[in-house]
């Protein structure tokens, strides 16, 4: 017999689909109305494996590099940008290209681009790995150091002026930590707050409900960078956890009966996958 | 019977004249040498009184305004500096000029005229009247801020971007901690570090002696904000410390054999009264 007491589900305040993420969707879904055949997707557009789903059913080929895509067709980039130099890689080869890098996105590669230009010495609190500092290094010629850590800043030796930027998605109070890491590095540090507003407002407010919630569910793809940290914020506050993708890796033992359950998405999460986990949890708990 | 038992006397391993008082005196001297009358003083070249008492002795006139100096005769300007609308003024009224601004305070005038041009809103790290602020608020027509505590800083409404610089003779560890308060007020924050290499240098020797010795003294002008400074830091160490700007203020009861006795001067301080006030201890413990 399933639960006769209730679960007090609060959502987060800020949750869900971003700005960059939505228009990125909407681009490529517009993509899928006008020109069914030879569309590719350069990478998977956002980290959300059922949003690639969705695409592949309808014909879209996932490639991983130009060289897989046949002249003349059209490629889709992802919402973490593509280079310059891959952009003109695209266009030599008579490619259409539907670019959804979201626009906060490129505003950090036009910095880093004028910062290389102006001979910064360019520092990049970022995921060595993250597709989104993937593209900034190519915009820059890899002419940046990638760091993720405290250390890491420290082991800097000094510079005429350092330039410091973030990838869009990292946490905010870990990037001032770092910039004031940076400050006895050299004689001019110019730092731009690049995370975008999106992740920070999510950040805040996953903060908040994590003192007011006995367990919370973090629901996004798990390559998600944004996602992944939205549950490590909410664990760092002492607060059991779980970072799902779908109602599926639900299960009932988490659960108990009164518990107050504190709900949150990442930006590249659609509502519809967060529904359908609020759904089965009130079929549980009913 | 005055002390059978030597005091053990250490100097700061970097004190006294840096290069920029070094250079605005010799500046004086020469001006001095070569056109004795009709010399002023736009205020205190240094923050030095025995120095501008050397001056005044020779004939130079301390003035504090253009105004009271008479047509075409030449005016000495301070180390710390003299704004270009103030230097304008002088030439439009036909004076000579003997420009001793240190080129390190000269640098940060120029750092903050670029950030003025470039629309930052700019705050200093600095004392709100000390003439080097004063010169450097004028250049950039009061358009700055000028802030001496995180308080402070953290009243400052957020702003698209933030410029910042410090009056050359502030204490580094405190300029780190005051561009640390001011990050989450911006998206670009351009800090300056234009403490000089020199007030750096003496600020570290001094603490460093202060944890091997008994006793400080710091010689040096009462109004002179890096000896000032100097002083601070080692009170700060938990160390008994005198400021004083000549023997004559040295008290025998300050003293007991076998102390351990510091001695560290400002960056204004000629040597011969620092050697003075040595000279007075080894008369007194010997």
Same mark, same amino acid.
């Given at each position: ?53 969705? =695409?592949? /059913? ?5 490639? @991983?590099?130009?060289? !897989?895509?046949?002249?003349?067709? %059209? +490629? ?98 870990? =990037?001032? /930590? ?5 400050? @006895?590095?050299?004689? !001019?540090?110019?730092?731009?707050? %690049? +995370? ?91």
């Amino acid at each position: 017999m399933q639960g006769k007491n209730k679960l007090k589900i609060t959502l987060s305040k800020k949750m869900g689909f971003c700005f960059g993420v939505k228009r990125s969707v909407n681009l490529a879904k517009n993509a899928l109305k006008e020109r069914k055949d030879n569309l590719y997707m350069l990478g998977s557009i956002i980290n959300n494996p059922q949003v690639i789903e969705y =695409f592949i /059913k309808r014909g879209v080929k996932i490639v @991983n590099n130009l060289d !897989e895509v046949p002249k003349e067709s %059209t +490629i889709i980039t992802r919402a973490h940008g593509i280079s310059p130099i891959m952009l003109k890689k695209a266009y030599q080869k008579k490619l259409s290209v539907v670019n959804t890098t979201c626009p906060y996105v490129r505003k950090v590669q036009k910095i880093a681009e004028y910062l290389y230009k102006k001979d910064y010495f360019i520092v990049i609190y970022g995921d060595k790995k993250h597709p989104e500092v993937l593209s900034l290094l190519d915009t820059i010629q890899n002419n940046a150091l990638v760091i993720n850590s405290i250390p890491e800043a420290e082991r800097i030796t000094t510079k005429k002026k350092i330039g410091f930027v973030s990838q869009t998605t990292k946490n905010v109070y870990d =990037f001032y /930590k770092l910039a004031s890491a940076l400050l @006895n590095r050299t004689e !001019e540090l110019r730092i731009f707050n %690049t +995370i975008c507003k999106s992740t920070t407002e999510r950040q805040k407010s996953v903060l908040e409900l994590a003192n007011e919630v006995d367990m919370m569910l973090v629901i996004g793809g798990k390559e998600s960078a944004n996602t992944t940290r939205l549950a490590e914020i909410s664990k760092n506050q002492g607060v059991k956890t779980y970072h799902i993708e779908t109602k599926n890796q639900l299960q009932y033992k988490w659960f108990h009966s009164k518990d107050k359950v504190g709900i949150t998405s990442g930006a590249s999460t659609p509502d519809w996958i967060t529904n359908e986990v609020i759904d089965k949890l009130k079929e549980w708990y009913c």
